[in-house]
């Protein structure tokens, strides 16, 4: 089955830096990258997400990049802010599991004022 | 109620119990999905369904695991003979699942379940 790794498990960043976290899988058939963030004590939520036939997405100061030949994707988010400090997840969807979502581990952000 | 409720939200029970965690997934959502996060951990795979489909269980971590959905739409986990390791936040989800692709996930807020 598919397998989802994520790197790094921690990260800490000056506000206003980049911050870029990587994912690889392993499921060559895997078809929807989605990216979720869970801030302390919720949910986790969505934040963008891309398809296999597009190569990168871009959200105001998110951005997802896909490599499909190297089976990995990352998120790139520019101009951090504190409000940014959460857990995110990166997530793959092989396509022949109707829809299943297979999550990395999480990398949690610090945002440092 | 609009989104993902589960219950209940908070159960402490003896080793060696069984529990059962109740999903009720957003209105319209064809597929469901349990996970798994142990303190500090990421969401681990339990099971999934999708509409009429036979649910991918390929995640339970054993046979003292279980879970149904009946009639397309409510979900329980079952949890045979509690240990421990079954401490941990149980996190459902449901989708939109349009023709079996995946879409956004909307997350309940989990039951947090501690075993004795």
């Known amino acids: 089955g598919e397998n989802v790794e994520q790197h790094p498990s921690t990260l800490s960043v000056q506000e206003g830096d980049s911050a870029v976290i990587k994912c690889t899988y392993s499921d060559s058939a895997s078809n929807y990258f989605p990216w979720y963030k869970q801030e302390l004590g919720k949910r986790p939520q969505l934040i963008i997400d891309?398809?296999?036939?597009?190569g990168e997405k871009k959200d105001q100061r998110i951005a997802v990049t896909l490599n499909k030949t190297a089976k990995h994707f990352s998120l790139h988010i520019t101009e951090t802010q504190p409000e940014d400090s959460a857990v995110y997840f990166c997530?793959?969807?092989?396509?022949?599991?109707?829809?299943?979502?297979?999550f990395g581990k999480g990398t949690k952000l610090s945002v440092k004022p | 109620g609009a989104g993902v409720s589960q219950s209940p939200s908070n159960k402490v029970t003896e080793k060696g119990k069984d529990v059962e965690l109740r999903c009720d997934p957003i209105s319209g959502h064809t597929a469901l999905y349990w996970y798994r996060q142990s303190l500090g951990q990421g969401l681990e795979f339990l099971i999934y369904f999708q509409g009429n489909s036979a649910p991918d269980k390929s995640g339970l971590p054993s046979d003292r695991f279980s879970a149904e959905r009946t009639g397309g739409s409510v979900s329980t986990l079952t949890i045979q003979r509690t240990q421990q390791e079954d401490s941990a936040v149980y996190l459902c989800?449901?989708?939109?699942?349009?023709?079996?692709?995946?879409?956004?996930?909307?997350f309940g807020e989990g039951s947090r379940l501690t075993v004795l």
């Open positions: 891309i398809r296999s036939n597009v």
């Open positions: 997530a793959a969807s092989p396509q022949g599991s109707q829809g299943n979502l297979i």
């Open positions: 989800a449901s989708s939109f699942g349009l023709a079996g692709l995946a879409g956004e996930l909307f």
